[in-house]
């Protein structure tokens, strides 16, 4: 077992980041035009690592499956984008954004990267109103906060219900730029399928056209991985349908090591699954918890309407259970609290597998807020109700929108139900400080990497961490692999190592097309999706996992001899994209159990239900598991761990409590 580098600069933890930044290599302007760098993925963190490189100077092409990168996942995140900017007042600041990450993760991040996140939260803010980005602000001009999970200061900047958009249309811009002045090749509708290996660095890749179906190589000095999260290994979840695993799997098995597959956050304002026959489920955004209440009845198996039940008979258990913070605890404590209600028979809706959220508490307390804002002199109930729906209207009406258009019901009426559901992945590739991986000259940026989260992702960190990595990370870092890189030339893409590797792409998908099995990809992905949600998701148990990766491991054997896709290798065809997909999740699915399986402890999203405490929470196990698990693949299903031993010098390790 080795144990990995981090490559953490020396000096105090305030410091580090700062020094680095004066000490890393550099590379002159002249050598930048000649080093090409191929980024595949165009979301958040992709869009944002592009155009910073190719303004840079640097020569860049972007990959990305969809007919454009604004398409990209990140366009669906709602509720906003976290920084340490205290614009509030209420006590935030640089160290407490990122004390309250490390937390928040179940002290299993890394401290030099959490740190560094937190430094550059501010400046992420800045660059994106330079760019236009539509922050709500306060009537007086400032940018306008709200609170999310995990935190007891507003430091969530936000553009209604729709922030990841107009973030990704900013990055977006920006990107654009550089296309229009031919600093950046862009590739939409492109599929990487592996990484090109030469003389043990990553030096370019081979995509799809998924128009045409062709195979393309393509070259470059350094390859970027921004290609997102693999929620969708559980079929079912809030991540864009076409979100897949498929490029850091193919990156893992030749040589990144993968951290932390088991760490899924399972995210507890959904939609709640309404039949078999869905496909994909929705979130509600976090944000909502800042306004609306979270209860069950105090009876079981109630089968009153939610209006019928007075105030005494409900329980609101988020805020009995945690005073401090009521129904602003992080993600994971809060999906395990509606899962132990729904499953002791508190559980609302037809299906009993749902809580309510409920706003009309806010209402009425934003009506009177607006009644005495209008100086109105006792007002009826009725005005009350109507100023107040206003209100929320214009914090989250397109969310409610949304899910007055999913469930028939009217949620300024009526309260919502919701249940928790896969959202994000806080695994990935192995990166260093420099965001690189166990490759040589591949890095991972935003969710593709397993960095700043640990075992529990904050609300609105995502898109903080994906920008801090493209705009304010990887142009510093990069240069401390291209600095020793400018005397190689760019190489012909007719050299041996592309030739092998598309080969081997090729066969690959020659040999999914000639099963001709009798089965449809998707008969494969529920059923690996069932598995790892009954077995791998909320709650997860030595038993189960030992049974799932027996069951997974039949379940390939099955895809690989009886799967069936109609069409043509080269040419359009979407079956050919899914069942490449799933081969590669049903992989990966295998990998979290194991990952699972070796954690003998609980903590933020990963749940061993034999380490708990008395009052149910998360136990963990300090002694023994203060490490990233980095997982090798040794070929044939086999993998081998390494550990990356986490150190705590500058915040006190301690069960977490959110009393
Ligand atoms: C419904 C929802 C709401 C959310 N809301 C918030 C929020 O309010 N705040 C927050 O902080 N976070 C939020 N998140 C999480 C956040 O949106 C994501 O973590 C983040 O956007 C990921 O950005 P990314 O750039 O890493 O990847 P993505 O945006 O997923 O982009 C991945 C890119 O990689 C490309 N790609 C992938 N594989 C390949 C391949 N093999 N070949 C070519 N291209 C490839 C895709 O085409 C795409 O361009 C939300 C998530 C969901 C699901």
């Given at each position: ?54 303004e ?65 939260s ?10 236009g980005?539509?922050f ?30 107009q ?172 899962k132990e ?13 749902a ?13 009177k ?69 166990t ?27 994906g ?14 692999y ?7 030339p ?59 990766i ?11 001899s ?50 708990q ?47």
């Amino acid at each position: 077992m080795t144990k990995l580098d981090a490559k953490i600069p020396e000096g105090s933890l305030a410091e580090k980041w700062t020094k680095y930044q004066s000490s890393v290599p550099l590379v002159n302007p002249a050598n930048k035009r000649s080093l090409e760098i191929v980024i595949v993925g165009s979301g958040l963190a992709g869009a944002s690592a592009a155009a910073s490189l190719a303004e840079l100077g640097y020569k860049v092409k972007v990959f990305c499956f969809q007919d454009s990168p604004r398409r990209a996942h990140s366009i669906a995140a709602q509720g906003g984008i976290n920084a340490a900017k205290n614009y509030q007042n209420d006590g935030d600041s640089v160290f407490r954004l990122f004390y309250d990450t490390i937390k928040g993760g179940d002290y299993r991040a890394r401290e030099a990267n959490v740190h560094r996140l937190s430094e550059v939260s501010g400046n992420i803010i800045d660059q994106c109103v330079a760019q236009g980005v539509p922050f709500a602000r306060e009537y007086g001009g400032l940018l306008s906060n709200r609170s999310f999970g995990g935190t007891q200061v507003q430091r969530t900047f936000y553009a209604a219900g729709q922030t990841g958009q107009q973030l990704l249309l900013g990055a977006y811009s920006a990107l654009q730029r550089q296309v229009g002045m031919g600093n950046v090749e862009l590739f939409a509708r492109h599929e990487m399928l592996d990484v090109v290996m030469v003389d043990g660095k990553a030096r370019g890749i081979i995509a799809r056209d998924l128009v045409s179906g062709k195979l393309e190589r393509h070259f470059g000095h350094a390859v970027l991985l921004c290609t997102g999260g693999y929620g969708n290994v559980f079929y079912l979840s809030t991540n864009a349908m076409g979100s897949n695993v498929t490029a850091a799997w193919k990156a893992h098995k030749k040589g990144a090591f993968f951290a932390n597959p088991c760490y899924t956050q399972i995210h507890p304002t959904c939609i709640p699954v309404s039949g078999d026959h869905q496909s994909k489920l929705t979130l509600m955004s976090e944000s909502p918890r800042n306004d609306g209440r979270i209860w069950v009845p105090k009876k079981q198996n109630d089968t009153r309407k939610a209006i019928d039940i007075p105030e005494e008979e409900r329980d609101y258990y988020l805020e009995r259970r945690y005073p401090a913070f009521g129904n602003l605890v992080p993600r994971d404590i809060a999906s395990r609290a509606a899962k132990e209600r729904c499953d002791a028979g508190y559980g609302v809706g037809a299906s009993k597998m749902a809580v309510y959220l409920d706003f009309a508490a806010a209402i009425i307390r934003y009506g009177k807020g607006e009644a005495n804002k209008r100086n109105l002199h006792n007002p009826s109930d009725e005005e009350i109700q109507a100023m107040g729906k206003e209100v929320v209207k214009e914090k989250y009406g397109n969310l409610f929108d949304m899910y007055k258009q999913i469930t028939g019901e009217n949620p300024y009426e009526l309260p919502m139900r919701i249940y928790p559901a896969v959202h994000y992945t806080m695994g990935g590739l192995w990166v260093d400080y420099n965001l690189m991986t166990t490759i040589p000259g591949l890095y991972a940026l935003g969710e593709a990497n397993f960095s700043d989260h640990g075992a529990n992702r904050l609300g609105a960190s995502a898109l903080m961490q994906g920008l801090a990595d493209g705009y304010f990370v990887i142009p510093y870092t990069i240069g401390n692999y291209l600095a020793s890189e400018i005397r190689t030339p760019a190489m012909s893409t007719d050299s041996e190592p592309f030739v092998a590797a598309e080969k081997e792409v090729r066969g690959q998908l020659e040999k999914l097309m000639n099963i001709k099995g009798t089965k449809p990809v998707d008969y494969f992905h529920k059923k690996l999706g069932l598995i790892m949600w009954n077995k791998c998701g909320m709650a997860r148990n030595e038993k189960g996992l030992k049974e799932a990766i027996a069951e997974i491991q039949a379940l390939q054997k099955e895809f690989w001899s009886n799967v069936r896709i109609p069409g043509e290798l080269d040419n359009l065809n979407p079956e050919l994209e899914k069942a490449a997909r799933v081969a590669d999740f049903l992989e990966l699915g295998e990998l979290m159990c194991i990952d699972a399986l070796n954690r003998n402890e609980s903590c933020g999203g990963h749940f061993r239900e034999e380490f708990q405490t008395e009052d149910g929470e998360a136990l963990r196990d300090d002694e023994n598991y203060a490490y990233v698990a980095a997982w090798e693949n040794k070929g044939d299903g086999k993998f081998e761990l390494h550990k990356e031993e986490l150190k705590y010098e500058n915040i006190k390790i301690a069960q977490r409590s959110y009393k």
